[in-house]
């Protein structure tokens, strides 16, 4: 596929993906895009084949090991951070709603420990209560209805370990800026949900855009 295709394949890829968040219908709307796919990576808009970088530079400047203690990745996607997390020394689930995207992971890292399974985040495995030390989530709240956010809030809170900690990474807006984009961007007031649920805000970082998308991001640090 030359570069024409490919940016033409991407532009039907973004309407196609805007198209059902207006609509509030994500779950198919995931699973439908990794099987038009077809097992490629270029016209998926967040597939980096690679971790996030603001969740590696936040491990680095943390020192982030695992040493056996379990993370929870949620909504994973293709598995780069949940690889990450395994690498790290975690042992780690990672989970997304998309059986598709599922059976991607485990084709990409056949080898891997990670636990990759299919789970929807607002019905859950009751297992996971209390479960996790550490819980990664990055870009998933926000392409979720807003009448859902406050219950996929609470099953986040609800899966930590006692003194465990919540790592967010979202696009981010002030209060006063518009919600319009894809994904659509949260505002700091949208994250005070996970404290409202009883957990305490470490730290939050308002990352201004650097070049090409000009998107602030938030990243948020909570624990149990």
């Known amino acids: 596929m030359d570069t024409e295709q490919m940016d033409e394949a991407h532009r039907k890829m973004m309407q196609f993906i805007a198209e059902h968040l207006q609509r509030g219908d994500t779950a198919s709307m995931f699973q439908e895009l990794y099987v038009r796919a077809q097992d490629d990576m270029q016209v998926i808009p967040w597939a980096r084949q690679q971790p ?3 969740f590696v530079s936040w491990a680095e400047q943390h020192d982030l090991a695992g040493n056996g ?3 929870l990745q949620v909504g994973c996607g293709l598995g780069d951070d949940a690889e990450e997390l395994a690498r790290r020394g975690f042992v780690v689930t990672a989970f997304d709603i998309a059986p598709a995207a ?3 992971c485990r084709r990409r890292f056949p080898d891997s420990p990670v636990q990759y399974m299919v789970a929807d985040l607002l019905n859950p495995p009751e297992d996971w209560r209390g479960a996790f030390d550490l819980i990664l989530e990055i870009y ?11 219950q996929a809030v609470e099953r986040l809170t609800r899966f930590l370990a006692p003194g465990g900690e919540l790592l967010v990474i979202c696009r981010g807006r002030h209060q006063d800026e518009s919600e319009e984009g894809m994904p659509p961007p949260l505002a700091k007031e949208d994250l005070a949900l996970f404290e409202r649920c009883g957990l305490q805000l470490v730290s939050f970082e308002d990352i201004e855009p650097e070049g090409e998308p000009s998107w602030r991001r938030f990243r948020a640090l909570y624990r149990a």
């Open 52 to 54: 996030n970088p603001l």
């Open 140 to 150: 998933t709240l926000q392409t979720m209805p807003a009448e859902m956010r406050a």
């Open 69 to 71: 203690r379990r993370a």
């Open 102 to 104: 599922i059976e991607w």
